[in-house]
């Protein structure tokens, strides 16, 4: 058995090689190789390196090549999967991707019509605080008016009194009076 640690090991268990010799039997010698383990074997060789060569050179068996294809289908199928889910996944990306910009762009927008209400809001505060400031002018100008009003009728009844009705107060006597009144006033 010189050549046995040249034998490969079982191409279905695993199991280690080994040579058979058959001698002595009906039919002529030969030499096999087979596995030491399961009952896969090569066919009869006529010397031991040819057994050799046909147990390591052997084809794979039906079942193997059946069971590669089968792997090779379920890779090829996996594949397939894989490369949708990552297109799906560059998708999901790229709609993420839009979403993240739309918020933005809107919260952009709303910053600055929050901007635009806020200086409304100041503007429109300043414009109240004008309206109370001419509110306030003009109940100052109301009362003036008011107490212009009383010193005139004041005026028309002393000049009335004192040089008749006919007469009354000259037109540059009761501007004089509205002059200072609005002046004390
Ligand atoms: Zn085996």
């Not at 147990?55 to 894989?82: C, F, G, S, Y």
């Not at 019509?113 to 505060?125: G, R, S, V």
């Amino acid at each position: 058995m010189s050549n046995e640690n040249e034998i490969k090991s079982c191409p279905a268990c695993g199991g280690k090689g080994k040579i058979w010799t058959y001698s002595g039997g009906d039919c002529a010698d030969y030499y096999s190789a087979g596995c030491s383990n399961c009952d896969l074997d090569s066919s009869h060789c006529d010397t031991e390196k040819e057994a050799i060569e046909a147990w390591n050179n052997q084809p794979a068996r039906e079942a193997d090549k059946a069971r590669i294809a089968e792997l090779e289908a379920k890779v090829q199928e996996l594949n397939t999967t894989l490369n949708m889910y990552v297109a799906d996944n560059i998708e999901v990306g790229q709609e993420n991707q839009e979403l993240k910009a739309k918020v933005q762009e809107l919260s952009r927008i709303h910053e600055s019509e929050i901007k635009e209400l806020e200086n409304e809001t100041f503007e429109l505060d300043e414009l109240f605080q004008q309206i109370n400031e001419l509110q306030q002018e003009n109940q100052e100008l109301k009362t003036k008016l008011e107490r212009v009003r009383e010193e005139v009728d004041k005026g028309f009844q002393t000049s009335s009194s004192t040089y008749g009705l006919d007469h009354g107060v000259s037109v540059m006597e009761a501007l004089s009076y509205i002059e200072e009144v609005l002046n004390d006033a």
